[in-house]
């Protein structure tokens, strides 16, 4: 509302590159709302007034966010010309800051592909030139998503764990605490994989312990429902049921999006139980009546 009233004042004046910022600032939203069609026409509406001043460094935060948001859509290859047209800008002018964002998104964009040698190799060469110019919490990052990467071919688990044993050596060194907790469950899920659980659990209870401490509650309960996963999987039911119930409780009490994936999992547990046991425990554990409304579709979740 604010960015389209500013539009309206301006949108046919001088200031045209005050115009633009509205129309990029609007397309954030969209973006964020998941409007992926409506942020494309308004981050083009951008770049058509920065490339008649023209603004170069604007551009090229034009042809980035034009490159994530066909990405979103799975717009592939326009993505890729895209972050392109924004890479031959930054090598030309030697920005190397912004160079390493460049290819880290054109590593992702390889990596959702499952172009997974590409994507090495666009990870790399942003971790490299972070190592160079000293940025730490950026090489981290590209760790992770090396690890991530790793892990997806799912045959090097070995090397995906030394990547992340890496990123969270770094995140520990900078005191970025809520990232150490991103590490320490990334672990977790790749022992999960493996069918290791007591090195699984031990880095889920990791996590849990840092996202518990920072009240991250979205974080705090998505790692509950892993340790659910984790003893159910062990034989552990009664364990499971109370991960599984303390992650219903977080999501009904701050109304958290995965409500349907937290029913599922419970649905299944009290066929497992059998009804009436389902009920006595719920019922003896949280002190209320067991829900009931267990039945969902699962054929939307990813």
Not at 157 to 170: D, G, S
């Amino acid at each position: 509302e604010w960015f389209n009233k500013s539009l309206a004042i301006i949108e046919d004046g001088e200031d045209q590159a005050t115009a633009a910022d509205d129309h990029y600032g609007l397309g954030q939203v969209k973006q964020h709302q998941r409007y992926y069609t409506e942020a494309k026409e308004l981050y083009q509406k951008a770049l058509d007034i920065h490339q008649r001043i023209p603004d170069e460094e604007e551009m090229i935060k034009d042809y980035r966010s034009l490159g994530l948001v066909c990405q979103l859509k799975f717009e592939f290859d326009e993505a890729e010309n895209w972050y392109q047209r924004a890479r031959g800008i930054v090598e030309e002018n030697r920005d190397e800051d912004t160079a390493i964002l460049v290819f880290h998104e054109l590593g992702t964009l390889s990596h959702a592909q499952y172009l997974f040698d590409d994507a090495k190799s666009w990870y790399e060469q942003a971790l490299q030139l972070s190592d160079r110019l000293g940025k730490r919490e950026q090489m981290a990052t590209e760790m992770h998503h090396l690890g991530l990467l790793s892990q997806a071919r799912g045959i090097v688990y070995e090397e995906a764990e030394e990547w992340f044993l890496a990123a969270l050596e770094i995140r520990e060194e900078l005191g970025d605490i809520r990232g150490v907790g991103d590490e320490c469950r990334q672990l977790a899920v790749l022992f999960h994989e493996q069918k290791k659980y007591p090195e699984a659990a031990e880095w889920y209870n990791k996590a849990r312990e840092i996202f518990e401490e920072l009240n991250d509650v979205q974080r705090t309960c998505r790692t509950y429902g892993q340790l659910g996963m984790i003893a159910e999987e062990q034989g552990d039911l009664t364990g499971s049921l109370e991960w599984v119930a303390r992650t219903y409780q977080m999501v009904v009490d701050y109304d958290l999006p995965i409500m349907v994936q937290v029913k599922s999992h419970l649905a299944r547990l009290r066929d497992t139980f059998g009804e009436d046991e389902f009920s006595k425990w719920w019922q003896g554990f949280t002190g209320n009546d067991a829900p009931t409304d267990l039945e969902v579709d699962t054929s939307a979740i990813i």
